[in-house]
């Protein structure tokens, strides 16, 4: 499954974005989808997941503000992130795998990945 990710850019803080992330070549029906960022310096971090069943998993830092939600007839995979903080700050990158259990969605290996889109929190 090939991937791209769109919607990031620049906002001030308490802002809000929605990330997209358009599948191609196989539904994305029986995948976990999920959203990683990393920022300049950083090591990739996960930030949320959707399972196939419709179960989410978070990073503590994003609960509550972000919200990861899927469109299997659209292929599609959203990010919402409301309230917006400098820290959120990074290249956003959106991952598939197939196989995943629900308990496992954090911490699954995703061995398909989308092309980054830069998100700027910043006045």
């Known amino acids: 499954v090939q991937l791209q990710a769109s919607g990031g850019g620049l906002v001030q803080p308490g802002g809000s974005l929605r990330l997209s992330c358009a599948a191609s070549?196989?539904?994305?029906?029986?995948?976990?989808m999920a959203w990683f960022r990393q920022a300049l310096g950083k090591e990739r971090e996960f930030v949320a997941a959707?399972?196939?069943?419709?179960?989410?998993a978070y990073v503590d830092m994003v609960k509550g503000r972000f919200t990861i939600s899927r469109n299997n007839g659209e292929n599609k995979v959203y990010l919402q992130m409301n309230s917006l903080k400098p820290e959120d700050t990074a290249v956003y990158y959106c991952?598939?795998?197939?196989?995943?259990?629900?308990?496992?969605?954090?911490?699954?290996?995703?061995?398909?990945w989308g092309q980054g889109t830069q998100v700027t929190v910043s006045s």
């Open positions: 070549g196989r539904s994305i029906r029986t995948y976990a």
């Open positions: 959707i399972h196939r069943s419709g179960g989410t």
């Open positions: 991952a598939a795998q197939d196989g995943v259990i629900l308990s496992n969605l954090r911490h699954s290996g995703y061995n398909n």
